[in-house]
């Protein structure tokens, strides 16, 4: 099984941060990365896919960027409502696999 | 707009057995293939099963693999997942999740959840 790997754990950060949160695949995965953004209680909320492409309505602020086994996730202005938990999920091959979670939280 | 609705949750006796069901809303439920994720309490994300558009391909994690049995009937617009010989480590929120129409499973619609609790 591809193993997903996410750095930090969590971290806190200040509305208008830049926030880069990281992805290792324990394999090349070419660019089968997807991101998710997951509130308390709430389902997950797909970001990006194919590891730097914005699903429909999601603010320019979120970009990804990577391909082979090292991607990242950027804020770029970090929102009040940006506070959450981020996944990052492979889907080069079955079992899909997500890494762990980054929560973000407010300093 | 797209809608995925579970149910079938509760409590249940370890060893016990139960079926969850989606149903989907607002789109062509045969042009998508479908998957369940779930979520233990103050957890992450990990998927469970997969099928594809007409049954042809199913997979399963690991964890669940001999136990759990997805399904999916498209005249009913619905997706399933029948549990049996439930384990305390099965307790999480389990989610419906549809794939991209290109056939990669990643999840752009997921419904909110039901909650499975095993327990004695």
């Known amino acids: 099984d591809i193993q997903m790997t996410q750095s930090p754990s969590s971290l806190s950060a200040s509305v208008g941060d830049r926030v880069t949160i990281t992805c290792r695949a324990s394999q090349g995965i070419s660019s089968f990365l997807a991101w998710y953004q997951q509130k308390p209680e709430k389902a997950p909320k797909s970001l990006i896919s194919?590891?730097?492409s914005l699903q429909s309505g999601v603010p320019s602020r979120f970009s990804g960027s990577g391909s082979g086994t090292e991607f990242t996730l950027t804020i770029s202005s970090l929102q009040p409502e940006d506070f959450a938990t981020y996944y990052c999920q492979q889907y080069y091959n079955y079992p899909v696999t997500f890494g762990q979670g980054t929560k973000v939280d407010i300093k | 707009e797209v809608q995925l609705v579970e149910s079938g949750g509760g409590l249940v006796k370890p060893g016990g057995s139960l079926r969850l069901s989606c149903a989907a809303s607002?789109?062509?439920?045969?042009?998508?293939?479908m998957n369940w994720v779930r979520q233990a309490p103050g957890k992450g994300l990990e998927w469970v099963s997969s099928?594809?558009?007409?049954?042809?391909?199913?997979y399963y994690a690991d964890s669940v693999k001999g136990r759990f049995t997805i399904s999916r009937d498209n005249t009913k617009k619905s997706l399933y997942l029948q549990m049996n010989s439930l384990r305390a480590e099965d307790t999480a929120v389990y989610y419906c999740?549809?794939?991209?129409?290109?056939?990669?499973?990643?999840?752009?619609?997921w419904g909110l959840g039901t909650l499975v609790t095993v327990s004695s």
């Open positions: 194919a590891a730097s």
């Open positions: 099928i594809s558009r007409s049954s042809s391909y199913i």
């Open positions: 999740a549809r794939e991209d129409s290109s056939g990669y499973a990643y999840f752009g619609y």
């Open positions: 607002g789109f062509t439920l045969t042009t998508y293939n």
